[in-house]
């Protein structure tokens, strides 16, 4: 029960519009039996048949994600490479026609605006998928930026729908469905064709750390997607798949949720997203600060705990060594394919080396805990 309570409240990094909008599937969603939560200002799905069959049959089987709440963002024109490459902190430069690159967009401190991905059409054309509650800031920030570069904008959210397949029998749900190939299409790459005779995108792209798809789709459209990869899958024990189990997912995979383990406050290098900042390639927004940094050093870092009793931390829950705080947990939870609790948190940076002994704080008790090497279990992706 207690899970549930913790992904309702704290996945939220604004507060809650008064009235929540719904997606394309939300009637869907009530028709399967869905417990349907505030999420970014959006109705959402947490659960169907539970958090955790949900959690096994995505790591076993496959599993059907509605994420139509995430955002989507069209950037076009003459400029377009040489705006994003200002734009964003990975190197846009290295990306071919059809490539997928994750990265960030940072202010000029060095805090996070946004992790997303960016897909490219062409030299001139690009589309980025953003976080769902930050879609409005992030085009807003996209807008500002934008006004000395020759590109158009376009915020194509609303006309959006995106569902995200995701499991070992992923391939075989989705590949009769489509008028493309699935088998020469690699990780973190994308092509266009019809699913279920509806003109998309596909990306071999995920959360969870399984191989699978997620798909973008016209929004008027995805409801017979939706039916038709369902029934596609009842050979393969497909289930829906709601927000609780995608939180547990990419926590197993110690991957970054804005909100939580990135934000405006923290910096992308202490948050272990180096490896997606690369100063080499020029002056991008937020380098110089980030520079800075990493010159001087990180008074923290971000790092995996597992705990070595039972427990669950949770957000916030003060991690000790010695008795004395050296940090706080950003993101926790029951981890179903360990059987016992994991979290992620900041530390103090002597504090963040693999193996070293800490505790969390769980109801007045202090919890043995270790820092262990992300990811928690394996990643199955096909790189």
């Not at 409240?9 to 519009?17: A, F, G, R, V, Y």
Request: glycine share 10%; hydrophobic share 40%; charged share 20%.
């Amino acid at each position: 029960p207690s899970i549930l309570k913790i992904l309702a409240s704290t996945c939220m990094s604004e507060e809650l519009p008064q009235t929540l909008r719904t997606t394309p599937l939300t009637s869907i969603h009530r028709e399967l039996g869905a417990r349907l939560v505030p999420f970014a200002g959006w109705n959402m799905p947490i659960q169907y048949a539970g958090v955790v069959a949900e959690h096994l049959c995505v790591r076993e089987k496959v599993g059907l994600f509605d994420v139509s709440h995430m955002g989507e963002i069209d950037i076009k024109g003459k400029d377009a490479q040489r705006f994003l490459q200002y734009l964003l902190s990975n190197n846009i430069e290295k990306m071919t026609d059809g490539s997928i690159l994750y990265t960030l967009m940072c202010y000029e401190g060095g805090g996070v605006v946004d992790d997303l991905l960016v897909h490219r059409f062409s030299e001139d054309h690009y589309f980025l998928c953003v976080n769902a509650s930050n879609a409005d800031k992030d085009y807003a920030w996209i807008e500002k930026n934008a006004a000395s570069f020759e590109v158009v904008t376009k915020n194509t959210s609303a006309e959006t729908a995106q569902l995200a397949l995701q499991g070992p029998r992923a391939e075989e749900v989705l590949q009769p469905l489509l008028d493309i190939s699935l088998h020469d299409l690699p990780y973190y790459h994308f092509k266009g064709g019809q699913v279920h005779n509806v003109k998309g995108i596909v990306s071999r792209t995920g959360y969870t750390g399984e191989d699978g798809f997620e798909l973008y789709l016209p929004a008027g459209d995805v409801r017979q997607v939706f039916r038709a990869l369902i029934r596609q899958g009842e050979p393969y024990g497909i289930q829906p798949i709601g927000l609780g189990a995608r939180d547990t997912l990419r926590l197993e995979m110690g991957y970054a949720l804005y909100g939580h383990e990135i934000d405006a406050e923290s910096s992308p290098l202490e948050a272990g997203l180096g490896w997606v900042v690369k100063f080499k390639k020029g002056k991008f927004i937020g380098s110089g600060a980030l520079l800075k940094q990493k010159e001087e050093g990180l008074p923290r870092k971000l790092v995996g705990l597992r705990l070595l009793a039972r427990g669950v931390p949770r957000e916030h829950y003060r991690v000790l060594a010695d008795g004395k705080t050296v940090g706080e947990v950003t993101s926790g939870t029951f981890s179903p394919s360990l059987n016992i609790g994991i979290g992620l948190c900041y530390v103090s940076s002597e504090h963040s080396i693999i193996g070293t002994r800490l505790e969390v704080e769980i109801r007045n008790q202090l919890i043995p805990a270790e820092v262990v090497k992300l990811p928690f279990v394996p990643s199955h992706v096909k790189k």
